[in-house]
């Protein structure tokens, strides 16, 4: 009975575990949401830096002028016991090609839940290319699921990657743990209503933030010139 009961333990644990790891898409403030949010930008531009400094993500380095956004995720965690789950908040800006400058930032969650045996942790830091103009629309909604709503695929990697691969969103993750890799097929990316207030100063949605440039946070400068340079 005593294994019984620290096995369903096991468990519950960590079904509530995953539950609050994706709970954090809700638009709830929180008192520490100001302080947050420059430190996730900060944490994207380093994120991003550590990309292009990778050889191993050459594909990403040459198609990145071909995308019309980016998401940018510092850090998404995945832990699983039976049942697995992945979450984390990072940031998204697109591309005006007309002019080359890269938009403020808008806060996003990506969160997902899967079942299945799974033992085994990961931390991973991910960059996801929004392609079409499709990739784009579906995050000025509130949640667009990948794979679902819009076509999803991992991107290439190894020194002189050529594969040519076409969706919506391609995906590349910098990861350790125990799982072989983070794919966030049927994952879902949503606003995070209260990260964009936090940071703005004020409610604003995605498209006053990226489509007409209603809001402005010089804390993003440096993570804007580095896409810039880096799209080139």
């Known amino acids: 009975m005593g294994r019984k009961t620290s096995k369903i333990r096991v468990l519950v644990l960590t079904v509530m575990a995953v539950s609050a790891l994706l709970a954090t898409g809700t638009s709830r403030a929180s008192a520490d949401d100001k302080a947050e949010t420059q430190g996730i ?3 994207a531009r380093i994120t991003f830096d550590a990309f292009m400094g990778d ?10 002028k071909n995308a019309k956004g980016i998401l940018i995720y510092p850090q998404i965690l995945k832990a699983g016991f039976i049942l697995g789950g992945s979450g984390g908040t990072g940031v998204f800006l697109a591309n005006d090609p007309k002019v080359g400058v890269w938009s403020q930032p808008a806060f ?3 969160g997902s839940v899967s079942f299945g045996f799974q033992i085994g942790g990961e931390a991973a830091e991910t960059v996801i290319l929004a392609m079409t103009q499709k990739a ?3 995050l000025y909604a509130s949640s667009v699921k990948l794979g679902a709503d819009a076509s999803f695929a991992l991107g290439p ?3 002189g990657a050529k594969a040519n691969v076409t969706a919506d969103f391609i995906a590349f993750s910098i ?4 799982y072989a890799g983070l794919n966030l097929e049927g994952a879902v ?4 209503d209260s990260l964009n207030k936090a940071y703005y100063g004020r409610e604003v ?3 006053e933030i990226i489509v007409l440039n209603k809001v402005n946070n010089k804390g993003s400068e440096q993570l804007r010139s580095a896409l810039q340079k880096a799209a080139k």
């Open 157 to 159: 990697v190894g020194a």
């Open 189 to 192: 990316v949503a606003v995070r």
């Open 136 to 138: 784009v629309d579906s």
């Open 175 to 178: 990861s350790k743990g125990a």
């Open 108 to 110: 996003y969650t990506v």
């Open 205 to 207: 949605t995605p498209v």
């Open 41 to 43: 930008v900060d944490k």
């Open 55 to 64: 050889k191993n993500y050459s594909w990403l380095h040459e198609n990145l």
